[in-house]
């Protein structure tokens, strides 16, 4: 799974760990994949929400038909003996659509005693990406569309953006999965400066950084697949202890990145942050104004930042803020790649770049856009 809008770079990341993509969905991604894929794509997937498996896919017009293709899941594999499943479940158009009813039949087969413990699988127990699951049994997630019933199973735990180092937020906080996506669909070369002149918490510069110096987004976190019975030690740190499977060591001194804010609570809340993603030592952070923000070298760079989408900012109208960053990209920063994350097209204008969009997707609930002007070419 993936937010809507990021599909293709995250099946492009997937790809690069040589599982077989079998097709992209709206907000998610299909694969197959070994143990050890399994287990590396969490742990590498910088773009993905959550990494679910397919155990199982029918037709069931009856509660009957239900359960006699579930008992046909080895859930003795995935499923702990004492554990009681959380069971989360949609369906459209369907002879079967009571999703509490559906809920306690696949948490009772899939787990033997799972029916005798209070409120297990009940809707009140069935948690969104947006929260991390308390229980002790994995999240099965059950869809039926007109009487097609797929089953998986999660095997991330909590959502994959939940890196274990955003302890502290500034205004308006950018998940990290969504930080990666801009990261990557910007083309940074992982080589060259990188400048966020509106840094808040210092996503966007953790997520470069971590991905130029080749750490593994999910390294410093647990996953559910680790409590499954199948789980294999020995595989898991195999996956662990190596290198990204497409990696290539850059030659030279690490890229610069940099990350500004106006804000002294947002660069206390940034350098805390890449402090406990142990890689402070990796970025520049300070305290600046977009106007102080000045090329670190004469090499071209990237500028990346995620500016306010609101109707005013502190000290004047949005319209000015978006026209200095137009300034700062054609006169200190020429010949620089920008990508913004945006919401008003008109307000983009006001930079007077030549953008192209790059992918659109959601942040907040606010329907935005990453638009890159590149001008190295211009």
């Known amino acids: 799974m993936c937010a809507p809008g990021i599909e293709a770079i995250c099946a492009a990341e997937l790809a690069e ?26 742990l590498w997937s910088r773009t993905a929400t ?16 239900l359960a006699s293709e579930l008992t046909q899941v080895d859930w003795g594999r995935l499923i702990p003996n004492a554990a009681t499943p959380t069971v989360r479940v949609s369906s459209t158009a369907s002879r079967l659509y009571h999703t509490g009813a559906i809920a306690e039949r696949v948490a009772a087969l899939a787990s033997p005693d799972a029916a005798t413990r209070p409120n297990a699988g009940s809707p009140a127990d069935q948690p969104d990406d947006n929260m991390t699951r308390d229980g002790d049994g994995p999240l099965i ?37 969504l930080a990666a996506a801009l990261i990557l669909a910007s083309g940074w070369d992982r080589q060259s400066p990188l400048i966020d002149p509106l840094c808040g918490s210092g996503t966007i510069a953790i997520e470069a950084a971590l991905l130029a110096a080749g750490r593994a987004p999910g390294a410093a976190r647990r996953f559910a697949f680790m409590d499954w019975p199948s789980f294999a030690p020995g595989t ?51 305290e600046g104004s977009l106007s102080e923000t000045a090329p670190p070298s004469d090499t071209v760079g990237w500028l990346i930042t995620n500016p306010p989408y609101g109707k005013r900012v502190a000290g004047g109208d949005l319209r000015d803020l978006y026209a200095s960053i137009g300034s700062l990209a054609t006169h200190r920063l020429r010949g620089w790649v920008v990508g913004l994350l945006a919401a008003d097209d008109r307000l983009v204008g006001h930079t007077g ?15 935005v856009r990453f638009v890159v002007a590149d001008q190295r070419h211009g």
Do not use: C
């Not at 299909?30 to 050890?36: C, I, V």
């Not at 959550?50 to 038909?65: L, W, Y």
């Not at 997630?141 to 939940?162: E, P, T």
């Not at 770049?353 to 329907?367: C, H, K, Q, S, V």
């Open 17 to 42: 760990l040589g599982v077989r993509i079998r097709r992209t969905l709206l907000g998610g991604v299909e694969f197959g994949a070994t143990d050890r894929q399994l287990y590396a794509a969490n």
């Open 141 to 177: 997630v059950v869809r039926l569309i007109h009487d097609r019933v797929m089953v998986s199973v999660d095997s991330s735990g909590a959502a994959l953006y939940q890196r274990g180092w955003r302890l502290e937020t500034a205004k308006a906080p950018l998940r990290e999965t």
């Open 353 to 367: 770049l030549p953008f192209e969009r790059r992918l659109e997707t959601d942040n907040g609930g606010i329907a």
């Open 236 to 286: 898991w740190a195999s996956v662990i202890g190596a290198p990204h499977p497409s990696e290539v060591r850059p030659s030279g001194p690490p890229p610069r990145v940099i990350a500004t804010d106006r804000d002294a609570g947002a660069i206390r809340a940034a350098k805390a942050n890449a402090r406990r993603a142990g890689i402070d030592a990796h970025i520049d952070i300070h």
């Open 50 to 65: 959550r990494i679910v498996v397919r155990v199982a896919a029918f037709t069931a017009s009856s509660f009957s038909q």
